[in-house]
């Protein structure tokens, strides 16, 4: 062991806390940069497991302006039938619903309940399914259907799953087929696919029952923009629901979206797909990449800091006989050795990190197996982070002559001292902007979850009851036996649900025009026991539900695009009268900005399911959990062995806002992780000057000077370099907080006082270090210190 690599023990050890907190600052980077980048790798690689897979696209339509991915049958076959540059066509059901079903092993019945999705048999000509068990064409035979290998293996273990039976109340089905499961990051969900049923087509083989997703493969991607002109073109289908393209008459608009692309766009009504933003995922990267600077600044004056103590060793081996450039290469080669250390430690974090609730936050599986690429990456930049951090601090101190540094006559340079504090400003610049993007992404989500929705959402409790809707009003009687609830209603769709984007939309005929709404159909008691209140008109009755076409209560953004008037009914189906109007409840996310809509209770004519979701609305004094369990029993008496799902009203809130939950926690998370490192820098940096102004301080302290007053000279120069970079960073945060805002229809204020916040929580921390630091220093003996020079 070399001299210069025991002085670097020693040193350390006497700087304990200031070596483990640039070590931990350094392996915490790292982690936060892997973790980054595998979140990165699952966004960018969304649905590129398909073989050709920029090849399939989805089609879509737009009536006037908002673009759906609702396709109707006889379109979706006039479409694969225009050109014969469509390899193949598929239609899908654009929602998998969970079914109750059994299995029997050995004369034992075993219920289980899973997703389930119609398609058409050329579902998996479009998409890549790796056959494991049984044949290719399996969805081609009627009954049969295909069920993921892992789903098999839940269902029989290790023994063949072709030919066994999937038995449900209505009827069973035979598996066809085992497919190897897809990743989590492709549109194609690993659950059960079934044919779609004869008695399906023919009963949507109509204009008005837009109702399906639509996936292509082309030869070609550049064959794209030949067929849709050519399908504009010749398309003539006349029809109250048919679109027109091309004409003096053109009402729709149409595209496709390539594969890869479903993920990232947000203009679609119908669209089931996890999605990303594009600016989001900039603005991870750019975080990753501030985290890795950031944190090999601090690395770099770390070591720079501890350069006073070493100088006169590493120039005493010059002066001995050891080259110059062989001194530089060892320190160099210290650095690397310190970060590539920094960099195992990571590895450990990222294995702690798989078993905390941290794990929540992204979407993908963080096991250092199922990313190599990416970890070997990263110790990549681990080894150039050592080489760059390195460099400086090996020409620095070997750049005095040997002479001069051991008479103790070396200094530090303007342009030395000036480029420190342009690194610790950009340290400085990303944790002012990061905590206020952190800070206006919490208060979005607290806005988005808190706001007035325009019903009571208060001790509310809902159950998907699409198991028993033929029992609804039985249900009701026992439900409302228990005195803490105080009234229960219906409605084929939930409220605020993360489906509540994409309800249907409805293209009925009024005084000869056709408009749309997205229609709920209720329950008659809907309005007053949601707390709904009537603007305008009446509230439902029962006797509506015995009228032949029912009655509609719009709100009033489609009051006023359409001009409906109460009394007015609906000459073509559905029918029904107007008979009142609602302020514009928030019925959707506050992602979109709220549509024209109506809920409606059918008549006799046109009856209809209003029952999939029951809202059951408690007394506030009652007993949440006595309540619930009374719910819970009622349901057994109904059907004992059926999980339902029931849930507080508040749950469905924050399963509609999940992703923005997410990401405004990874955001806080990562500026925690910067502010730390930042912090480390700037312990640093203090350590550094502190110690190369020791002297200084010695002089002042025997001229007179007080503890305080030197610890207020500190202060005010870091306090500068503050201010300065707040000017620079508040600026860019807002604007890149503005753009983000612009995914949302309804947003937070952009609050003055956040800025000021982010600016005094910094400088309280940085005031803090910097005085712990410097009234250690400026404590000692003067003398000693003056000496010691």
Wanted: glycine share 6%; with cysteine.
């Amino acid at each position: 062991m070399t001299p210069i690599i025991r002085n670097l023990i020693s040193v350390v050890r006497r700087f304990k806390l200031a070596a483990s907190l640039n070590i931990l600052g350094l392996s915490v980077a790292f982690a936060a940069f892997m973790v980054i980048m595998i979140q990165l790798d699952y966004d960018y690689s969304f649905d590129k497991c398909h073989q050709e897979y920029d090849k399939i696209f989805r089609l879509e339509i737009a009536w006037e302006t908002s673009w759906q991915a609702y396709i109707c049958l006889p379109f979706a076959e006039r479409f694969f039938e225009s050109s014969p540059h469509i390899v193949a066509g598929a239609i899908a059901s654009p929602w998998s619903r969970k079914n109750f079903f059994h299995v029997e092993n050995d004369g034992v019945r075993n219920f289980f309940e899973e997703h389930i999705t119609s398609v058409s048999p050329e579902f998996t000509d479009v998409f890549t399914f790796e056959i494991v068990e049984g044949r290719e064409n399996a969805l081609k035979i009627p009954g049969n259907v295909i069920i993921p290998l892992t789903l098999s293996h839940k269902l029989f273990g290790n023994e063949p799953a072709v030919g066994k039976q999937l038995v449900y109340d209505w009827g069973s089905q035979t598996i066809g087929a085992v497919y190897r499961d897809f990743p989590a990051n492709t549109v194609v969900n690993n659950c059960i696919y079934m044919p779609i049923t004869d008695q399906e087509y023919e009963e949507r083989r109509n204009w008005g029952q837009w109702n399906y997703q639509v996936f292509i493969r082309v030869h070609h991607p550049s064959n794209v923009p030949l067929l849709m002109d050519n399908f504009k073109r010749n398309f003539n289908v006349e029809g109250p629901s048919a679109p027109k393209f091309n004409s003096v008459e053109s009402d729709a608009d149409l595209r496709l979206t390539a594969l890869p692309d479903i993920h990232f766009i947000t203009d679609v009504r119908g669209d089931e797909t996890p999605k990303a933003s594009r600016q989001t995922l900039l603005i991870f990267f750019a975080i990753a990449v501030v985290i890795i600077v950031i944190a090999g600044i601090n690395f770099t004056n770390f070591t720079t800091a501890l350069s006073p103590m070493r100088m006169k060793n590493i120039n005493t081996q010059r002066v001995l006989g050891l080259q110059q450039r062989t001194i530089r290469w060892l320190i160099v080669s210290e650095a690397v050795f310190f970060s590539l250390s920094s960099y195992l430690v990571s590895l450990f974090f990222i294995k702690l990190l798989q078993i905390t609730p941290l794990t929540g936050l992204v979407d993908v599986d963080l096991s250092l197996a199922a990313h190599p690429a990416i970890v070997g990456c990263t110790a990549l930049v681990a080894l150039f982070t050592g080489f760059l951090a390195g460099v400086y601090p090996a020409r620095y101190m070997t750049s005095f002559a040997s002479a001069l540094v051991l008479k103790g006559s070396f200094g530090l340079s303007p342009k030395g001292k000036k480029m420190r504090n342009t690194l610790i400003g950009i340290q400085y610049a990303a944790s002012f902007a990061l905590i206020i993007g952190a800070s206006f992404m919490y208060l979005q989500n607290h806005y988005m979850q808190h706001s007035p929705l325009g019903y009571d959402n208060d001790a509310l409790i809902t159950v998907d009851v699409r198991r028993i809707q033929k029992s609804r009003d039985a249900f009701t009687n026992q439900i409302k036996t228990y005195a803490g609830i105080e009234d229960v209603t219906y409605s084929t769709v939930l409220l605020s649900s993360a489906r509540a984007d994409g309800y249907d939309r409805w293209g009925i005929s009024y005084r000869g025009e056709i408009i749309w709404i997205r229609a709920i159909p209720a329950h008659y008691s809907f309005l007053d026991a949601m707390g709904i209140e009537i603007t305008k008109g009446r509230s439902f009755r029962q006797e509506d539900e015995h009228t032949s076409h029912g009655a509609w209560v719009f709100n009033e953004s489609a009051r006023r695009q359409f001009n409906l008037e109460i009394n007015s009914s609906f000459a073509e189906w559905p029918g029904g009268e107007i008979i009142g109007f609602i302020h514009d409840i928030k019925y959707a996310s506050f992602h979109t900005a709220v549509e024209p809509m109506g809920f409606f209770v059918p008549g006799t004519v046109n009856r209809r399911n209003t029952a999939n979701f029951a809202y059951i609305k408690l007394n506030p004094a009652a007993s949440m959990r006595a309540a619930m369990s009374h719910i819970h029993s009622t349901l057994a008496e109904f059907d004992a062995g059926y999980p339902f799902e029931v849930r507080f009203f508040d749950e469905v809130l924050q399963r509609l806002y999940e992703k923005e939950t997410a990401l405004s926690s990874l955001i806080s998370l990562f500026s925690m992780i910067a502010i730390f490192i930042s912090i480390v820098g700037v312990f640093g940096l203090v350590v550094f000057d502190s110690e190369c102004r020791r002297k200084e301080i010695g002089i002042r302290k025997v001229l007179g000077a007080s503890t305080m007053g030197i610890i207020i000279m500190f202060n005010k120069a870091y306090f500068k370099i503050l201010v300065i970079c707040f000017v620079i960073a508040a600026p860019l945060a807002w604007y890149a907080v503005t753009r983000w805002l612009e995914n949302f229809a309804y947003k937070t204020p952009m609050y003055w006082w956040v800025y000021l916040l982010a600016f005094i929580g910094v400088a309280v921390i940085t005031a803090g270090t910097v005085t712990f630091q410097n009234w250690r220093v400026a404590n000692d003996d003067p003398v000693k210190a003056i000496k010691s020079e």
